[in-house]
C-alpha cells in the first residue's frame, strides 16, 4: 500500500489578509450593486489602526469608502481598541484612481473579434492561466484536507459570534494534515488550530477548542488514537488581527482555492471586477470541472486554461483526468468547449459574475461552498449526452 499525508490550511475572516480581502470585495459589490459595468481592482492593506484602500476603479457610482470599511471591520468582531483595531477609530486612507485608458480600450475592444456577437466584444482583462478542480473525496467535490481545514475555521467563528467559547477573538487558522492509502483519504493524521484570545487559562482554551470546534467539525470516523492536536502551540495568542501582523489582498490564494492539491497560476480574486480572468475564469474553470466529475466523465479533473489581454477567446485549454476519465482527456476538451464558453463576457453571463456576489465568496474557500454560483451542476445532463455520444 502507498501511504502519504497532505496538508491544508484555512484562516478565520478576521485573519489580517482576510480582513483586506473582505473589504476590498464590499467594495467591489457595493460598486456593482449600482453600475455592473464598472471596472475595479481594489487593493487593501491594513495594520495597526489603519487601512490603506488603493487601486484603480472606473465607475458612475460613488462608494462611500470609510463607511464601507468600518462596516466590515465592525461585522469581523473589531470592535474594541484593547484589540489594538477598532471599527469605530481606525484610520481609513484611500488612493484611487481610473482604469488605465489603453487597457480598458484592450477589453472593450477584443482584437479578435469575429462578429458583432455581445460575446466576441469583451476582451481579457489580462493574461494568464488559471486553474479548476474537481473530485469525489467529499460531497462538494472538493479534496478532504482543504475542506476540514474550512470547517475547522467556520467552527472557530460560529462559536465565537455564538458565545460557545466567549473568550475567542477574531484572528485564527487551522491546517489539517489528512492521510492516504493507494490515493484515498482514510485517517486525519494532525490538526493544528491557533486562535486569538482574551487574557485566559491557556489549558481550558486548549480543551474547548478539542471539545467544541475540531470535533465538531471534523468527522469522528477521521479521527483515531493516533491523530495529533496541536491548539495554540506557540502558546498565548492574546494580541492578534492587524495589530500583530500587517494585512493584505491577494495573499491567502491557496487557501481561496484548493489548498494546494492542485496547481494555482498566481492570480489573486479579491477586489477584482469579473473581465479579470484571473478571478472569472477560475470560478468558470471550478464550474467546468465540477460539471464532469459530477457528469460522471473523470473521479478527479483539472483544467488550464490561459489568456492574452484584450482577447476573447482563450489561447490554450488543457484537461487531465489523471487516467479516471470514461474519455481520453483529448475528448473530454472537446466537450468542455461544446458546452462551455470560455469568452470573457459569455462568463460573465452564464455565472451572473456582474452582480453583487463576492464578498460572500471571500472566506471559507472560493470554491465547494452551497450559494455560489459557479458551484451549481446544472450542465451534467449535456455533459452525460456528449460522453454517450463519444463511448
Known amino acids: 500500500m502507498e501511504r502519504r499525508l497532505f496538508t491544508s490550511e484555512s484562516v478565520t475572516e478576521g485573519h489580517p489578509d482576510k480582513v483586506c480581502d473582505q473589504i476590498a470585495d464590499a467594495i467591489l459589490d457595493d460598486v456593482l450593486s449600482k453600475d455592473n459595468k464598472a471596472r475595479c481592482a481594489i487593493e487593501v492593506c491594513c495594520t495597526t489602526g489603519m487601512v490603506f484602500v488603493f487601486g484603480e476603479m472606473t465607475t458612475t457610482h460613488y462608494s462611500d469608502i470609510p463607511k464601507i470599511v468600518r462596516g466590515v471591520i465592525k461585522d469581523i468582531g473589531y470592535n474594541s481598541s484593547e484589540m489594538g483595531f477598532d471599527s469605530q477609530t481606525c484610520a481609513v486612507s484611500t488612493s484611487i484612481d481610473e482604469q488605465s485608458p489603453d487597457i480598458c480600450h484592450g477589453v472593450n475592444n477584443a482584437s479578435d473579434k469575429e462578429n458583432n456577437a455581445e ?13 479548476g478542480y474537481a473530485c469525489r473525496e467529499t460531497e462538494s467535490l472538493m479534496p478532504l484536507p482543504i475542506t476540514l481545514a474550512h470547517a475547522v475555521t467556520q467552527r472557530l467563528t460560529y462559536v465565537r459570534k455564538n458565545g460557545i467559547i466567549p473568550y475567542i477573538r477574531p484572528d485564527g487558522k487551522s491546517q489539517v494534515t489528512v492521510e492516504y492509502v493507494d490515493g484515498k483519504p482514510v485517517r486525519v493524521d494532525a490538526v493544528v488550530v491557533s486562535t486569538q484570545h482574551d487574557p485566559h487559562d491557556l489549558e481550558e482554551l486548549r480543551k474547548d477548542i478539542l471539545e467544541k470546534v475540531i470535533k465538531e467539525a471534523i468527522p469522528s470516523e477521521l479521527i483515531d488514537e493516533n491523530t495529533k492536536f496541536f491548539i495554540n502551540p506557540a502558546g498565548n495568542f492574546v494580541l492578534g488581527g492587524p495589530a500583530a501582523d500587517s494585512g493584505l489582498t491577494g495573499r491567502k490564494i491557496i487557501v481561496d482555492t484548493y489548498g494546494g492539491y492542485c496547481p494555482h497560476g498566481g492570480g489573486a480574486f479579491s477586489g477584482k471586477d469579473p473581465t479579470k480572468v484571473d478571478r472569472s475564469a477560475a470560478y468558470m474553470a471550478r464550474y467546468i470541472c465540477k460539471n464532469l466529475v459530477a ?18 477567446h482563450p489561447v490554450s485549454i488543457l484537461i487531465d483526468s489523471f487516467g479516471t476519465g470514461v474519455v ?11 458546452v462551455f464558453d470560455l469568452r470573457p463576457r459569455a462568463i460573465i453571463k452564464s455565472l451572473g459574475l456582474d452582480a453583487p456576489v463576492y464578498r460572500k465568496a471571500c472566506n471559507y474557500g472560493h470554491f465547494g461552498r452551497d450559494g455560489l454560483p459557479w458551484e451549481k451542476t446544472n450542465k451534467v445532463e449535456e455533459i452525460k449526452s456528449l460522453l454517450q455520444s463519444n463511448l
Open 119 to 131: 460575446e466576441e466584444g469583451l476582451g481579457a482583462g489580462d493574461q494568464g492561466m488559471m486553474f
Open 295 to 312: 457528469a460522471g466523465a473523470a473521479d478527479r479533473v483539472q483544467i488550464q486554461v490561459a489568456y492574452a489581454i484584450g482577447k476573447a
Open 328 to 338: 481520453s482527456d483529448e475528448k473530454l476538451a472537446e466537450i468542455v468547449r461544446k
